[in-house]
């Protein structure tokens, strides 16, 4: 069975600051996708990034970024230039090749402070 | 572009009532479509996923049923309601790739 775990229950950081939010991940599979949604306080999930595990380059989308260690099966996400609407709840997720299910960690909330 | 609809938004339902969630997406064809439900302070399960019309697969067995009607349509539904099954329902499409969209979600609460 595939487990994420996102160990950081709660952060803060200012506006304009770069923060990191953490995720593991467990697998035998070699072909699999990691995601990172955000749920803001209307609870609808939006993803923000998506990363294949066959690709070595970490994904980028503007502000929002990975690092993606395989072999540590790990996939942190990393926000620059922090802005009062990334607050949020951050889930980290996961997907096999052949699956269809999104297993997800149990969230990361962000507060953004001015 | 792809939009989905969800309804209702919030839903008070009390013990042993019955129960239908409907997610419509709109923009794309032969979608796959899914249910997932959130508990408090949790990540999504995933409850349901559908590949075609009429196809459904269950990922956990539960008090709940799914049924797609219509190439965009995915209905939840329940014969009686179980204090267990209050929480947020949330339904998502894919089309190629991996990544799922999700609607707005439904907040259920049984009473």
């Known amino acids: 069975a595939q487990t994420v775990t996102q160990s950081q229950p709660e952060m803060s950081v200012q506006e304009a600051e770069t923060v990191t939010l953490s995720c593991t991940y467990d697998?035998?599979?070699?072909?699999?996708?990691l995601f990172w949604y955000k749920q803001p306080p209307s609870r609808q999930m939006i993803l923000v990034i998506r990363?294949?595990?066959?690709?070595?380059q970490n994904a980028t989308e503007n502000r929002f970024s990975v690092n993606f260690q395989k072999a540590a099966k790990s996939f942190s996400l990393k926000i620059s230039d922090s802005q009062l609407g990334d607050t949020a709840m951050y889930f980290c997720?996961?997907?096999?090749?052949?699956?269809?299910?999104?297993?997800f960690g149990k969230g990361t909330s962000l507060l953004v402070t001015p | 572009s792809q939009t989905i609809h969800q309804w209702p938004a919030t839903l008070v339902q009390p013990v042993g009532s019955p129960l239908s969630l409907e997610c419509t997406v709109e923009?794309?064809?032969?979608?796959?479509l899914y249910w997932y439900r959130q508990a408090a302070g949790r990540g999504l399960q995933l409850l349901f996923y559908?590949?075609?019309?009429?196809?459904i697969s269950s990922e956990v067995p539960q008090n709940l049923s799914a049924s797609r009607p219509q190439d965009r349509q995915f209905i939840l539904s329940s014969k009686k309601l179980l204090l267990s099954d209050s929480g947020f329902y949330l339904c998502?499409?894919?089309?190629?790739?991996?990544?799922?969209?999700f609607g707005p979600g439904t907040r259920l609460t049984v009473t």
């Open positions: 923009g794309t064809s032969n979608p796959n």
């Open positions: 997720a996961f997907m096999t090749d052949s699956g269809y299910a999104l297993n």
């Open positions: 998502a499409w894919s089309v190629q790739g991996n990544e799922q969209y």
């Open positions: 990363q294949e595990a066959y690709k070595q």
């Open positions: 559908s590949v075609g019309i009429g196809q």
């Open positions: 697998t035998s599979e070699s072909n699999y996708y």
